[in-house]
């Protein structure tokens, strides 16, 4: 594809593999977070790697996996439990 009937003649940048590279993300974290916070994470995600990456914005995939506080662990304490003794 002619890279001046598409309108990507950035330097640099090799549209050949655009579609090939579609970065795909996943993010682990502990529940807790909003909606909108989240949303604007996977946001800042995004175009971070289309600045970084080259990649189209539509290529990127963010998926969160989000753990009970219960179901996560740091030290050799859930987060339940640091959370409770971060408060005494």
Not at 42 to 57: E, F
Request: aromatic share 2%; proline share 3%.
């Amino acid at each position: 594809m002619d890279k001046h009937v598409n309108g990507r003649d950035k330097p640099g940048h090799d549209d050949s593999n655009r579609e090939k590279t579609m970065p795909e993300i996943t993010v682990s974290m502990a529940e807790g977070r909003t909606d909108e916070q989240k949303a604007g994470m996977m946001r800042d995600i995004t175009q971070a790697l289309v600045k970084n990456l080259g990649v189209d914005a539509d290529a990127v995939v963010i998926q969160i996996n989000e753990a009970p506080l219960r179901h996560k662990m740091k030290g050799g304490k859930t987060f339940v439990e640091r959370a409770a003794a971060a408060k005494k």
